[in-house]
């Protein structure tokens, strides 16, 4: 399984350590908000909310370097606008990846 990584960020930054660290606080208070309403409008099967939150969170899933994971998210974001849940737990997982590293930072 891919492992997030600052990888993008560091490129982005052109080794401003200041801004990496305004990036990384910015994603750390919207992450976890916006997992939960992810959550919530999962948990009530509104597809076409849960494929907009989808959507937000895809991008930070690029932003720590996880293709594959963004790739998965864009199946499932088309899955979910098709009211399919196809590829829900496997999303999820993601999540729970993302939220473990942003422990780490």
């Not at 960020?9 to 606080?25: C, N, P, R, V, W």
């Not at 919207?30 to 939960?36: A, D, I, L, R, Y």
């Not at 948990?43 to 849960?50: C, G, I, P, V, Y």
């Not at 864009?74 to 399919?84: A, D, K, T, W």
Request: charged content about 30%.
């Amino acid at each position: 399984m891919e492992q997030p990584n600052l990888s993008y960020i560091h490129s982005m930054s052109g080794g401003d350590k200041a801004f990496e660290k305004k990036l990384i606080d910015i994603i750390k208070e919207e992450f976890p908000k916006e997992k939960q309403v992810y959550f919530k409008n999962s948990s009530s099967r509104d597809f076409k909310a849960t494929a907009e939150i989808v959507h937000k969170l895809k991008h930070k899933i690029s932003i720590f370097g996880l293709i594959a994971s963004y790739e998965l998210a864009v199946n499932y974001e088309h899955n979910l606008l098709e009211n399919s849940v196809e590829g829900e737990k496997d999303f999820e997982s993601v999540l729970q990846l993302i939220t473990d590293f942003l422990k780490t930072l």
